[in-house]
Nanobody, 126 residues
Framework: VQLQASGGGLVQAGGSLRLSCAAS????????VGWFRQAPGKEREFVAA????????YYADSVKGRFTISRDNAMNTVYLQMSSLKPEDTAVYYC????????????????????WGQGTLVTVSS
């Protein structure tokens, strides 16, 4: 499966952005999908994940209540709605996919994922 992340940009603190992760392949609905981010000089960190069914989601504490992950399997797309953005949310955001056999699986470890998109830059100004 190939992934294409988009939707990044420059936004003021307190603003919102929606990222999209578009996937190729007819079996995308069998993949759990996660969003990760990497700020300059820092390790890539987990942001959010959604199960293949869309029925389960999981968030990092730092974004809980501000970010929402969702998916549209008919469109082969996963979204990350980001609200109340903070300067510390500035990073390159990556989406990743893992073939999943469990209805509620929401992987949070970067080494659990098999496929990665190219990343989209989000910059939050103060």
């Amino acid at each position: 499966v190939q992934l294409q992340a988009s939707g990044g940009g420059l936004v003021q603190a307190g603003g919102s952005l929606r990222l999209s992760c578009a996937a190729s392949g007819r079996t995308f609905s069998t993949y759990a999908v996660g969003w990760f981010r990497q700020a300059p000089g820092k390790e890539r960190e987990f942001v959010a994940a959604i199960s293949w069914s869309g029925g389960s989601t999981y968030y990092a504490d730092s974004v809980k209540g501000r970010f929402t992950i969702s998916r549209d399997n008919a469109m082969n797309t996963v979204y990350l709605q980001m609200s109340s953005l903070k300067p510390e949310d500035t990073a390159v955001y990556y989406c990743a996919a893992k073939r999943s056999y469990y209805y509620t699986e929401t992987p949070s470890g970067k080494y659990e994922y098999d496929y990665w998109g190219q990343g989209t830059l989000v910059t939050v100004s103060s």
